[in-house]
């Protein structure tokens, strides 16, 4: 089964052809493949699709075999495989996915700028100790603004980040994020995805932290956001309308994964 490996900011994914996985339980691949010790290793796997409404369907599935509405970092390293695995023609693309069809625009270098819709907000919660604003950004967020950078970078995150994805107030779990706002423009994040754990990026989540410091008068569009892989730009006008990520999308290898 041949495989690519690819990855946004570190947030990394294995990407198969749709004939490569036909009849295959795609959990149990996720399961197998992204474990780091006993498979290839990543956050998730990727698989473009046909689709009936826009140029191309995204599958992805996080590295429990769970499957996510969304995937920031996932959507640009899938547009850019689908051009240079010539799937698709032209460097505007639109995608499918499992919360709406964003539109994707390819730069030459790989990189893209990607319309992620709007956000939605939800009420704060306070939780173990932390305030967390709710935001949708297609799959859902809690964020949390800490006082210090030091902060974020000394947080217990693989003890945190397992108790708010899991508490009662979500539902269907949460991806949950902690962040410190730099200055108008820069912030630090780090991130606990549903489903993965701690990973070294996320595109969603970059645009939930960017949208809810803009939102709480933190910061001002456009916002670089630190995370432990890379820096993502994202911009939004504030007003309801849809929020911009601009980040990169690297291959890592090629491969075949033995079953």
Known sequence: ????????????????????????????????????????????ILIPDSSDVADLKMVYLNSDGSASEMCGNGIRCLA???????????????????ADINKVMLHEDGSSRVDMGPPAFDTEVGIHGYEFLRVSMGNPHAVAFLEAEDDVETLDLRSIGPRVEE?????????????????????????????????????????????????QGLAE???????????????????????????????????????
């Not at 490569?20 to 010790?37: K, T």
């Open 1 to 44: 089964m041949r495989f690519t490996k690819m990855h946004g900011a570190g947030n990394d994914f294995l990407i198969f052809d749709p004939g490569e996985v036909e009849d295959v339980d795609l959990p149990g691949l996720a399961r197998g493949s992204c474990d780091r010790h006993f498979g290839v290793g990543a956050d998730g």
């Open 80 to 98: 850019r495989y689908a051009r240079d695995f010539e799937i698709l023609d032209g460097d505007a693309l639109t995608i499918e996915t499992g």
């Open 167 to 215: 508490d009662p107030h979500f539902p269907g779990k949460t991806n949950v994020e902690f962040a410190f706002a730099r200055g108008a423009h820069d912030i630090r994040m780090r991130i606990w995805e549903r489903g993965a754990g701690e990973t070294l990026a996320s595109g969603s989540g970059s645009c939930a932290v960017a949208v809810a410091a803009i939102h």
């Open 221 to 259: 569009s456009p916002v670089r956001v630190h995370l432990d892989g890379g820096v993502v730009e994202i911009a939004w006008d504030g007003d309801g309308g849809p929020v911009y990520m601009t980040g990169p999308a690297e291959y890592v290898c090629e491969g075949e994964l033995l079953l």
